[in-house]
């Protein structure tokens, strides 16, 4: 069975950083391509950020390009997305996905204030 369980949100200031992690079962990372999305109150779902499988493709939303950075770590089965110099607009739940199957993890709370 696919599973996706994301962690590492939280309350922060802008300007901060977070590191959000989803840790992947049921199948391996390093062979699929895997996205982030986010959705904040109010407003339609919408992408982040995008790996491909072999990790020298990544797309970003023009909204968060040079500020934030997806990778993986195959040993650990764990996709990231480092996020740095955050802005109350970055406030949203973030959710990993594998658009393979349209797997979806149930999201982390990302909030951004002072």
């Known amino acids: 069975q696919v599973h996706l369980v994301e962690s590492g949100g939280g309350l922060v200031q802008p300007g901060e950083s977070l590191r959000l992690s989803c840790v992947a079962s049921?199948?391996?990372?390093?062979?699929?391509?895997m996205m982030w999305y986010r959705q904040a109150p109010g407003k339609e779902r919408e992408f982040v950020a995008s790996?491909?499988?072999?990790?020298?493709?990544?797309n970003y939303a023009d909204s968060v390009k040079g500020r934030f950075t997806i990778s993986r770590d195959n040993t650990k089965n764990t996709l990231y997305l480092q996020m740095n110099n955050l802005k109350p607009e970055d406030t949203a739940v973030y959710s990993c996905?594998?658009?393979?199957?349209?797997?979806w993890g149930q999201g982390t709370q990302v909030t951004v204030s002072s």
């Open positions: 049921g199948f391996r990372i390093s062979d699929y391509g």
């Open positions: 790996i491909r499988p072999t990790a020298l493709v990544r």
């Open positions: 996905m594998r658009p393979a199957g349209d797997y």
